[in-house]
C-alpha cells in the first residue's frame, strides 16, 4: 500500500493595532491511497468494500443505481421473474446478462478525503476575543447503513424520513430516485442509493471571552480574569442527510471505513466559564 500527499500550514497576522487584531491560521493536508499488491492479485470484498490492487483501501464496492423503473416493459425477464416491477430499483447492468448478481457489483466510491483540514481565525477588540475554529473534509463518501430501513419506503413497520416518503415513486415519472414504497428485498441491496457525498464544513469551536481591565481586577486582588462563552459543534455544513458525515462506525478498520449505522452525533454543547490568575 503506498500513501502520497502533502501538508500546508499558514498563519498570518492579518491586522495588528492596539485596539484591535485579526489572525489567521490554515491548514490543508491531501491524502492519496492506493493498494500496491494483494496475495494471489485478486480484488478481497469485505461486506461492502473491496481491497483491489489501483484503488484506496476499502474502496465502496456495490450495485450502482441506475434510476427508476417507470413502466413494468422497461423490467428485464429475469428480474420481472423476481417480482421485480415499475417503481423498482434499476441497477447497473455491469455484464448484460439482464439479472442481478454480485458479478453487477462495482466500485463506486472511497471512504477516504481528497483533502481535509482547518481555519482558524482570531480576533481582538479591546478587552473581548473571539475564535472561530472550523474543520473541512472533501472528496469522501459516506455510506448510510442505518438509514437502509427509514429510506426503504415500506420495507419495515416503523418511522422513516418525511421527505423520502412525500417525494416516493407513485406513478411513471413522478420520481427517478426513490423507489415505491413496497416489502422488497430488491429495493434494499447495497448500492449508491444510500451512498452519499460526506463533504462538509463544520463551526467546530467557538469562543466569545472578555478580560476585565485592570482597574478592576486590582480591586480584586487578582492578577487577571477572563469570562468566555464557548459553543462546540455549533454549525454544520454538508449536503449529507444523516445526523452527522463525520463519521465511521469502524474507524478503526481501514478496510470497512465510512459507514454510518445511525451513530449518535457529536453533541454540540455550550460552555459558560472564567480563567482566574492570582
Not at 461492502?48 to 441506475?66: A, E, R, T
Not at 449529507?240 to 471505513?257: A, F, H, L, Q, R
Amino acid at each position: 500500500m503506498r500513501n502520497t500527499g502533502f501538508e500546508f500550514n499558514v498563519e498570518s497576522h492579518n491586522i495588528m493595532n492596539d485596539r484591535f487584531s485579526w489572525d489567521t491560521q490554515f491548514n490543508i493536508s491531501t491524502i492519496k491511497n492506493k493498494l500496491t499488491s494483494l496475495i494471489d492479485e485478486k480484488p478481497i470484498p469485505v461486506g461492502n468494500h473491496v481491497l483491489q490492487v489501483g484503488q484506496p483501501i476499502g474502496s465502496f464496492y456495490m450495485y450502482k443505481m441506475d434510476g427508476i423503473y417507470q413502466d413494468n416493459q422497461e423490467v428485464p425477464e429475469k428480474l420481472y421473474a423476481k417480482g421485480v416491477r415499475a417503481g423498482d430499483i434499476k441497477y447497473a447492468d455491469k455484464d448484460n446478462d439482464g439479472d442481478l448478481t454480485p458479478a453487477d457489483k462495482e466500485i463506486v466510491g472511497k471512504p477516504l478525503p481528497d483533502f481535509f483540514g482547518g481555519l482558524t481565525n482570531r480576533f481582538r477588540y479591546g478587552n473581548f476575543d473571539l475564535t472561530i475554529f472550523n474543520t473541512f473534509s472533501v472528496g469522501n463518501d459516506v455510506y448510510a447503513t442505518g438509514m437502509g430501513g427509514i429510506d426503504a419506503v415500506g420495507h419495515n413497520n416503523y418511522g422513516m424520513r418525511k421527505d423520502i416518503a412525500a417525494n416516493r415513486w407513485t406513478g411513471p415519472g413522478t420520481n427517478n430516485s426513490i423507489p415505491r414504497a413496497m416489502i422488497s428485498t430488491h429495493n434494499t441491496q447495497a448500492s449508491t442509493y444510500l451512498l452519499h457525498d460526506g463533504s462538509y464544513f463544520k463551526f467546530k469551536d467557538v469562543t466569545l471571552g472578555y478580560t476585565l481591565p485592570s482597574n478592576l481586577t486590582q480591586k480584586l486582588n487578582i492578577s487577571n480574569m477572563r469570562v468566555y462563552l464557548s459553543a462546540q459543534n455549533l454549525w454544520t455544513i454538508s449536503s449529507y442527510p444523516g445526523y452527522d458525515p463525520e463519521v465511521s462506525y469502524s474507524v478503526n478498520n481501514s478496510k470497512t471505513m465510512g459507514e454510518d449505522a445511525m451513530t449518535v452525533p457529536q453533541l454540540r454543547t455550550f460552555v459558560c466559564g472564567f480563567n482566574l490568575t492570582f
